[in-house]
C-alpha cells in the first residue's frame, strides 16, 4: 500500500518533534538532497518506509493520512474531576497507577504460576473465616471467665465457712 506523504506536514512533523535534519538523513540513510525533496514536494512511499519515517518522529505511519499536524489536548486527568470538584486524591490516583504498573509487569512475566492474584471472594472467604475464628476464640474466653468466677465463688465460699468456723 502506498502512502502519500504532504511535504509540509512531514517537515512540522519533524520540527514540532525537533528532530534535526541530519539525525532524519542517518536513520534514513539517505542523502540531503534526496531528504530536501521529501520537505519540499509530496510524495508517495510504501506503508514499511512510512512507518519508519513515523517511528523515527515518535508518531504511528497513520498521522501521514492526515491534512495537518495532529494538535494534542493538554493532558486532563478527568480521575480527580467530578462536577468540576476533586473526587480521587493524588495518593489514591498514585495508587491505581502503581497497581496499574504491577499488573502491567506481571502480565509480560513468561511463567505467571508463580504469583497468584487472589479472587474477590477469596478474600472475603479469609475475612470471613477470620472473623469466625475471632468469634470462637471469644467465646472460649468468655468460659473460661465464667469457670473463673464460679471458683472464685466457691473459693469466697470455703473461706467464709472456715472463717465461722473458727470463731
Same mark, same amino acid.
Given at each position: 500500500?502506498?502512502?502519500?506523504?504532504?511535504? @509540509?506536514?512531514?517537515?512540522?512533523?519533524?520540527?514540532?518533534?525537533?528532530?534535526?535534519?541530519?539525525?532524519?538523513?542517518?536513520?534514513?540513510?539517505?542523502?540531503?538532497?534526496?531528504y530536501k525533496k521529501f520537505e519540499n514536494e509530496d510524495f508517495e =512511499?510504501?506503508?514499511?518506509?512510512?512507518?519508519?519515517?513515523? !517511528?523515527?518522529?515518535?508518531?504511528? $505511519?497513520?498521522?501521514?493520512?492526515?491534512?495537518?499536524?495532529? =494538535? /494534542?489536548?493538554?493532558?486532563? %486527568?478527568?480521575?480527580?474531576?467530578?462536577?468540576?470538584?476533586?473526587?480521587?486524591?493524588?495518593?489514591?490516583?498514585?495508587?491505581?497507577? %502503581?497497581?496499574? *504498573?504491577?499488573? !502491567? *509487569?506481571?502480565? @509480560?512475566?513468561?511463567?505467571?504460576?508463580?504469583?497468584?492474584?487472589?479472587? /474477590?471472594?477469596?478474600?472475603?472467604?479469609?475475612?470471613? #473465616? *477470620?472473623? %469466625? =475464628?475471632? $468469634?470462637?476464640?471469644?467465646?472460649? #474466653?468468655?468460659?473460661?471467665?465464667?469457670?473463673?468466677?464460679?471458683?472464685?465463688?466457691? =473459693?469466697?465460699?470455703?473461706?467464709?465457712?472456715?472463717?465461722?468456723?473458727?470463731?
Amino acid at each position: 500500500m502506498k502512502i502519500a506523504i504532504k511535504h @509540509g506536514l512531514l517537515r512540522s512533523l519533524r520540527e514540532s518533534r525537533n528532530v534535526p535534519i541530519e539525525a532524519m538523513l542517518r536513520k534514513l540513510s539517505i542523502s540531503q538532497e534526496e531528504y530536501k525533496k521529501f520537505e519540499n514536494e509530496d510524495f508517495e =512511499v510504501d506503508q514499511d518506509y512510512a512507518d519508519r519515517i513515523a !517511528s523515527i518522529l515518535g508518531y504511528n $505511519w497513520s498521522v501521514f493520512l492526515l491534512e495537518r499536524q495532529p =494538535v /494534542f489536548k493538554k493532558n486532563v %486527568d478527568n480521575r480527580t474531576l467530578e462536577n468540576k470538584t476533586t473526587h480521587l486524591s493524588k495518593k489514591t490516583i498514585l495508587a491505581i497507577e %502503581d497497581a496499574n *504498573f504491577i499488573l !502491567s *509487569f506481571y502480565s @509480560g512475566l513468561p511463567n505467571k504460576q508463580g504469583l497468584k492474584l487472589p479472587k /474477590f471472594e477469596d478474600i472475603e472467604n479469609t475475612v470471613a #473465616c *477470620f472473623r %469466625d =475464628v475471632r $468469634w470462637s476464640e471469644r467465646e472460649i #474466653c468468655m468460659k473460661h471467665l465464667a469457670e473463673l468466677n464460679r471458683l472464685s465463688d466457691r =473459693v469466697r465460699g470455703l473461706l467464709g465457712k472456715s472463717s465461722t468456723e473458727l470463731k
